[in-house]
């Protein structure tokens, strides 16, 4: 038995389309980290992620791979994600950009799908419209 068969009831070729998404995360916090997470350990193999934070001590009860040795070191959230996503796919391609979204718009652009696990009003509705203006969910 393969590691992705108890996933053909997504059909026949749900794992090529999987392996083939490239899929953008904004956001790797408590929401984010575990999106982050679950699309790795359903064999997702191409990442464009963002987050221009460091962890801290008050991120530690929902980032997940996060460690008290990260925030004593610092390290950036899309570091942390990208741990998080060599543990389960070593092979993955991964965009990382500790930058806002909008610095970064051209990677974006090539995604097939975004999400957005910002906490801002505001980034959400450009987050919105620049989705709709380039047709990606």
């Known amino acids: 038995m393969g590691r992705f068969d108890r996933q053909s009831f997504l059909g026949k ?3 090529k389309k999987i392996e083939s998404a490239r899929i953008a995360i ?3 916090g408590g929401g984010g980290s575990h999106i982050v997470q679950q699309l790795a350990h359903i064999g997702c193999r191409h990442f464009v992620i963002f987050d221009p934070d460091r962890v ?18 610092s390290r950036l959230k899309v570091e942390i994600a990208e741990r998080v996503i060599r543990n389960l796919c070593p092979d993955a391609e991964i965009q990382a950009f500790p930058k806002k979204w909008q ?6 652009k090539k995604c097939d799908l975004i999400f ?3 906490d ?15 047709l990606i969910p």
Do not use: P, W, Y
Not at 120 to 134: N, Y
């Open 116 to 118: 957005g696990c910002i």
């Open 26 to 28: 904004l956001g790797l």
């Open 13 to 15: 070729d749900s794992q």
């Open 120 to 134: 801002s009003f505001m980034q959400r509705r450009d987050l919105e419209a620049f989705s709709r203006r380039f």
């Open 103 to 108: 610095e970064h718009l051209d990677a974006l």
């Open 56 to 73: 801290e001590d008050t991120n530690l009860n929902r980032l997940v791979g996060a460690s008290v040795d990260d925030v004593k070191r």
